[in-house]
């Protein structure tokens, strides 16, 4: 966890658009093997006296975030762009200040319409455990609901 305590100034201004100061673009995941297209992450707020983090996504027009679950929670908000969203086994429109809870163990995806950016913040706990995918006998469980099928096809 990076300890930016020391180096963080207390305000860091918007830089146009969706960016700001000192916060860098960073590919959405480290790891290869996660399937998702065209996310990109900011770090907003980390630090080790904070319990939490909070995140800014943006899936570029038609892409998605990686479909996976997880034990801790994440706190949602839709800042820009509208899309949809796979929370368990609910599919839902999404646009700007809509709220998302995502429970822990729940399976979740983010998808952006067609013609503009998804960007949302994300706030989880500081520490937490990984992420993992579907096995392809999950996935079939949540494939022969019909609209999640639909979902996932994009
Ligand atoms: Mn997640």
């Not at 146009?16 to 860098?24: L, N, P």
């Not at 080790?48 to 983090?53: I, K, N, Q, S, Y």
Request: with cysteine.
């Amino acid at each position: 966890m990076p300890d930016a305590t020391k180096d963080v100034p207390n305000l860091r201004r918007q830089e146009d658009g969706f960016a700001w100061q000192g916060v860098e673009r960073l590919a959405y995941k480290q790891d290869g093997d996660a399937p998702f297209r065209d996310v990109s992450r900011q770090i907003l707020f980390s630090r080790a006296d904070l319990a939490g983090e909070l995140r800014y996504f943006e899936i570029g027009p038609g892409g998605h975030t990686t479909l996976e679950r997880h034990g801790h929670v994440h706190g949602v908000m839709i800042v820009r762009g509208r899309g949809r969203c796979l929370v368990g086994s609910e599919v839902s429109e999404i646009g700007p200040l809509d709220l998302i809870t995502i429970p822990g163990w729940t399976w979740h995806q983010f998808r952006a319409a067609p013609g503009e950016p998804l960007g949302f913040l994300c706030l989880v706990d500081a520490t937490r455990d990984r992420p993992v995918l579907p096995t392809a006998e999950e996935l079939a469980i949540l494939r022969a609901t019909p609209e999640i099928a639909a979902f996932l096809d994009g």
